[in-house]
């Protein structure tokens, strides 16, 4: 068993931390305050989108979520996407198939 302590920092405006590798992939928390953004890009990977604090706009292809604590979101390979926080929000992303920064 391995435990991971991630307490929200929000140190600086966006907050990167690779919380767990595994043989396929790996677990990152991102962090962002209040109205700042991860510009759309395209993913490299499938993954897993889980929101632990805060909401934060997902905008994928011309749809748009608001996602908060209770909602997942997925990605497959390609797919265009951004995140613009609502509040300061602290998401884990688990990267499938795929070790490449967020």
Request: glycine residues 6%; charged residues 25%.
């Amino acid at each position: 068993m391995k435990v991971v302590n991630y307490p929200s920092l929000y140190e600086t405006a966006i907050s990167k931390r690779m919380l767990h590798e595994f043989n396929h992939g790996i677990v990152m928390n991102l962090q962002l305050k209040k109205g700042e953004k991860i510009p759309r890009h395209l993913a490299p990977c499938e993954a897993i989108i889980i929101i632990t604090d805060g909401e934060v706009y997902f905008r994928s292809g011309k749809s748009e979520e608001i996602l908060k604590p209770g909602i997942l979101a997925t990605m497959e390979v390609e797919d265009d996407h951004e995140f613009e926080a609502i509040e300061n929000s602290s998401i884990v992303v688990v990267k499938v198939n795929g070790k490449n920064n967020l």
